[in-house]
């Protein structure tokens, strides 16, 4: 506890504090997660990032017709550019493949 509590006030720190930078991280809910490739992994992320109260969109190489839930939309590899314009946060879930490796 009392190493903890030397940590949080920044005591071990000598120099100008690094300690008063705000935080790095930011609320999920209502943030937006871009997934390349959903397959069983990027199915996975969608639902719980969704149950986050994130929006969620994804390409595939083949999607389909209209976007299962809990996604906003589904596209192509051509949406690719799309996805990385709205995508707030973006995971990629694709094999490392002669037909993947470049995408990005």
């Not at 397959?39 to 083949?62: D, N, S, W």
């Not at 996805?83 to 993947?100: I, N, R």
């Amino acid at each position: 506890p009392q190493l903890d509590a030397e940590f949080r006030k920044c005591s071990w720190h000598e120099g100008p504090s690094s300690c008063a930078r705000p935080p790095t991280h930011r609320e999920a809910k209502g943030q937006t997660l871009g997934i390349v490739g959903f397959g069983t992994i990027g199915r996975g992320v969608a639902e719980r990032a969704a149950a986050l109260g994130m929006r969620v969109v994804a390409i595939e190489a083949h999607p389909p017709a209209s976007p299962p839930p809990p996604l906003a939309w589904i596209g192509d590899d051509s949406m690719l550019p799309r996805l990385a314009a709205e995508a707030d946060f973006v995971v990629v879930s694709l094999p490392l493949a002669p037909a993947t490796r470049g995408l990005l």
